[in-house]
Each structure stands twice: as C-alpha cells, then as structure tokens.
C-alpha cells in the first residue's frame, strides 16, 4: 500500500511563490506517473502537471505552463510542484496523485491509484 503525504502550503500574497511538496512512503522500483492536481471550493478538480519516473518526463496543463514546474527527486521519493507569481485564484486544496507500473502518457484517461489527503494553498493580501 501507497501512502502519499503533501506538505508545504500556507498563506501567501498574491506574486509570492509556494513550493509544495508530495513524498511516497515506499520506494516503487518500476515505472510510475505522480501528478498533481487542485481543487477549490464549489469548483471541480484541475489537474496540474504529471511526471513520469524514471525518466522525469513532465506533462503540464496548458492553463498551468509558465507559473507551475513539476520535478523529482528519486532518492527521497519526493515529487515538488514550484508555483510562482500566484493568484488568488489560485486558492484550493493541493493533492498528488500516483499511478503505478505505467508512465504518464499511459495515464491520461485513468484515475489515479493512489491519493494524498491534499495540502491547502490560500492567496491573500
């Protein structure tokens, strides 16, 4: 079982940046696609970006390409999501998501195997 804890939201000021942070609590060996993925209040789910391991291919939303960067680092088992210059409309609730034994591409139309419980990002002034 896979158990996926985010970490690193707060309040922020609108132009200010957050990085979150997505760490698995066990070492899978093969392929797999860790996204994330947002969702605000009275609104529906968005997806973020996705990266696929091992090869550290990224996927990311066109609405989200130029503010928000996906990355990894394997050796801690930990998947980051930089967010830059953000926005009010930015406030939701931040989750990661794992698919495993497949890579990104082959994850488009299936819903992740596993969820984390979702950090919350607030921007404010």
């Known amino acids: 079982q896979l158990a996926l804890a985010e970490s690193g939201g707060g309040s922020v000021q609108p132009g200010g940046s957050l990085s979150l942070s997505c760490t698995a609590s066990?070492?899978?060996?093969?392929?797999?696609?860790v996204g994330w993925f947002r969702q605000a209040a009275g609104k529906e789910r968005e997806k973020i970006a996705r990266?696929?391991?091992?090869?550290?291919?990224?996927y990311t939303d066109d609405s989200m390409k130029g503010r928000f960067t996906i990355s990894q680092d394997g050796a801690k088992n930990t998947v980051y999501l930089q967010m830059n210059s953000l926005k009010p409309e930015d406030t939701a609730m931040y989750y990661c998501?794992?698919?495993?034994?497949?890579?990104?591409?082959?994850?488009?139309?299936?819903?992740?195997?596993?969820w984390g419980r979702g950090t919350q990002v607030t921007v404010s002034s």
């Open positions: 998501a794992a698919w495993l034994g497949r890579t990104c591409p082959m994850t488009s139309d299936q819903p992740p195997d596993y």
């Open positions: 990266i696929s391991s091992p090869s550290g291919m990224t």
């Open positions: 066990i070492f899978a060996s093969s392929a797999k696609c």
